[in-house]
């Protein structure tokens, strides 16, 4: 009985096991390979250098300022952007206790997320451009113009500019799954918690762990 089960599911998989094999697994082991040599993509020959080349990026300063940068990323990201899309999700769904106009705070949280990146890098680009940009603009006529800069190319500051634009174009997706699942808990326990005296906070903290 089991192996007429494989002998059926085995033919439906191995298209799918091929396709992954030579559109993912082949390129990982060329590109594995060829970090191993000092070809440089223009003539045929690739010799053999072995771990050379990772010796020499691993005593290179820019890749250990680069790995830092994307582990500060690694950890900011999804705390940030996992943080504020529980807070909304909290907001649109706690009952009567919901802020009003939840319906359309949703949409408008969750359309950064049906953005392309392309038109995002865009739109953002002209809220960092630094003469004519939004934010330079809003930092001067509320008289921080000393505070704007170019916020693209300042060391201190590109890091964080780009990790506000992914975490301000990922709340979305986030809120909506915390928003599901949420939504599943009665509305009686919020108006409950309501009538004993509960905070917002007390709520948001104590029914669903229940």
Known sequence: MHYQKYRLIIPFLLPAILLYGVFVVWPY??????????????????????????QRLWEDERFHEALTRNGQLLVVLPLVTIAIALTFGALFTQGSQQIRGAGFYRIVFFFPQIIPAVIVGILWSYVYTPNIGLLNGILR????????????????????????????????????IFLASMQSIPTSFYEAAILDGATRWTSFKDIPSH
Do not use: C, H
């Open 29 to 54: 082991a060329q590109a594995i390979y060829i970090s191993l040599t000092s070809w440089r993509g223009v003539s045929g020959n690739k010799p053999f250098v072995g771990l050379e080349n990772y």
């Open 141 to 176: 006529a509320v008289g921080l113009g000393d505070v704007s800069t170019s916020w693209l190319t300042d060391p201190s500051t590109v890091l964080w500019a780009i990790a506000a634009v992914a975490i301000w174009s990922s709340v979305g997706f986030y809120m909506v």
